[in-house]
């Protein structure tokens, strides 16, 4: 913790993150739900950045290697209109039923024209649906909380929020570990997700609101 950046995470995926953020500094970030701050800390490498990051886990945050806030995500401890880009990486899916309160909180402390973007996991996947709902197929490896997202859900939430624009992008990670469901979804499912099978083949989708 707090050496590396996702170390579980395939060279390219790391790269597919910096991508995606596409953060060139110039700014405030907020990672919320940051734990270790190993997106922050991508994030701090740009000039002129000011990065914090929250989480409610205090012994996490001792390995943030930026400025960090032990807090609840769904009361952020921050003014108004303060920050130019907000950060869920992984985290809506962890507070299911929640999300349009999230939403608004982060729709608050935003500015004008500023971007709040995330990934979560794929409600419409079919992986997701046997192994992330409340089924007897359920993974142990998963917390109590976590559960699929639709994006067109979270579209819909986060315009009915006042966000003025909202995007998303399916995809799946190259985990570095080759476990079983990786060979899987990289060797058979991955190579079948195109055109109208791709929404469902793909576990991740990456997501874009902005204010």
Same mark, same amino acid.
């Given at each position: ?6 170390? #579980? ?7 597919? =993150? ?10 405030? !970030? ?20 000011? &990065?914090? &990051?929250?989480?409610?886990? %205090? ?5 943030? /290697?930026?400025?960090? @806030?032990?807090? +609840? ?13 907000? @950060?869920?990486?992984? %985290? ?13 909180? &982060? ?12 990934? +979560? ?7 997701? *649906? ?9 993974? *142990?490896? %998963?917390? /109590?909380?976590?559960? /699929?997202?639709?994006?067109? !859900? ?15 992008? @399916? ?9 079983? %469901? ?6 058979? =499912? #991955?190579? =079948?997700? *195109? ?12 997501? #874009?609101? @902005? *204010?």
């Amino acid at each position: 913790m707090g050496q590396q950046d996702y170390v #579980s995470l395939s060279s390219f995926d790391q790269n597919r =993150l910096r991508k995606w953020m596409s953060w060139e500094g110039h700014g405030r !970030v907020l990672d919320v739900g940051g734990g270790s701050g190993m997106i922050s800390r991508i994030l701090a490498q740009a000039p002129e950045t000011e &990065c914090i &990051c929250i989480d409610i886990s %205090f012994n996490l945050l001792t390995y943030s /290697p930026v400025q960090s @806030v032990q807090t +609840d995500a769904l009361k952020l401890p921050f003014m108004d209109n303060v920050f130019d880009l907000i @950060v869920a990486a992984a %985290f809506f899916h962890h507070i299911p039923g929640r999300e349009a309160e999230m939403l608004n909180e &982060c729709y608050r402390v935003l500015r004008a024209g500023g971007r709040l973007i995330g990934y +979560d996991p794929n409600a419409h996947s079919i992986q997701n *649906k046997i192994f992330m709902r409340g089924g007897p197929l359920r993974l *142990k490896v %998963f917390s /109590p909380d976590e559960r /699929p997202i639709y994006p067109d !859900v979270l579209r819909n939430q986060a315009i009915s929020n006042g966000f003025l624009k909202f995007t998303f992008s @399916v995809f799946s990670f190259q985990n570095r570990k080759i476990t079983f %469901f990786e060979m899987v979804q990289r060797y058979v =499912l #991955s190579p =079948l997700a *195109k055109g109208p099978l791709k929404k469902f083949l793909d576990r991740w989708f990456f997501w #874009s609101a @902005v *204010k």
